[in-house]
C-alpha cells in the first residue's frame, strides 16, 4: 500500500534556543571544509524532507506551536504538513498525529525519523529498506542500531502503527518498542548519524568536525 514517511518536528527547541527544524543544513561549520562547494544549502528539516522522499511515496511534517515557520518548509520541499494540536504533550502525541495521517492516506507503512538527527546515509536507508522488505509476518518493525544504541529513522508496519494509535497518549514510544521486542529487528548499521542527537549549540558545531558528503 505504500510508505509514508514521517517527521516529527513540533519539539520547542528550548535547550538549542533556536527551532531546530530551521538550523541550516550542511552545519554552518561544515561549510568550512575543502569540500563545502559541493553542498546545497537548506535546513535540517529539508534534508530529512529530501532524504525520505527518495524512499517514501509521501512525506508527512509534524510541527505544533511552530507551525507557522516550519508549514512553509514542508510545502516547499513537497511534504504535507499535520499539526500536533496539543505538542505539549510530548513526542508521542505528534507521532501519532503523523501516523493517523499515514492510515488516513492509505497506506500502511511508515519511516519515521526525528527533525534534530542528521540524516542517514544513502547506505543505512537502502539496508533498513531490504531487512524492511524481506521481513517475515512476525517483523512488525526495522530499527537502526549503531555501536549498541537504537536509532532512526524506524521503519515500522501496520501492526506497530495499529499498536502506537492504540496506545495512551501519555505513553512512551520506547518503552512500547521494548515491551515488543520479539517483533523487532534491531539492525547493525556503520552509521553514526542514526543515534547522534542536536539538543544545544555545541551540539550542532560539532557536526562539523566529522561532517561527509
Not at 78 to 98: C, H, I, M, V
Amino acid at each position: 500500500m505504500g510508505l509514508g514517511g514521517v517527521i516529527l518536528a513540533a519539539g520547542e527547541s528550548s535547550r538549542m534556543g533556536r527551532d531546530k527544524a530551521l538550523l541550516p543544513w550542511p552545519p554552518e561549520s561544515a561549510r568550512m571544509l575543502p569540500q563545502a562547494g559541493l553542498l546545497t544549502s537548506g535546513t535540517l528539516l529539508s534534508a530529512a524532507i529530501e532524504a525520505l522522499g527518495r524512499y517514501c511515496d509521501m512525506v508527512i511534517v509534524v510541527g505544533g506551536n511552530n507551525e507557522a515557520t516550519v508549514r512553509p518548509v514542508a510545502y516547499a520541499g513537497g511534504a504535507f504538513f499535520a499539526r500536533n494540536p496539543q505538542p505539549e504533550r510530548g513526542q508521542f502525541s505528534s507521532l501519532q498525529t503523523g501516523l493517523h495521517e499515514v492510515m488516513n492516506r492509505g497506506r500502511d507503512a511508515a519511516m519515521i525519523t526525528l527533525v534534530d538527527r542528521p540524516p542517514a546515509k544513502a547506505a543505512t536507508f537502502a539496508t533498513l529498506l531490504e531487512a524492511f522488505e524481506a521481513r517475515d509476518r512476525n517483523t512488525w518493525a526495522v530499527i537502526p542500531e549503531f555501536e549498541g544504541k537504537h536509532g532512526h529513522p524506524i521503519l515500522i508496519g501496520r501492526e506497530m502503527i495499529e499498536l502506537f494509535l492504540r496506545s495512551p497518549i501519555t505513553a512512551n514510544a520506547r518503552d512500547i518498542e521494548h515491551a515488543n521486542q520479539k517483533h523487532i529487528s534491531y539492525l547493525p548499521v556503520d552509521d553514526s548519524r542514526v543515534t547522534v542527537n542536536i539538543n544545544t549549540p555545541e551540539d550542532y558545531e560539532a557536526l562539523g568536525s566529522y561532517f561527509q558528503i
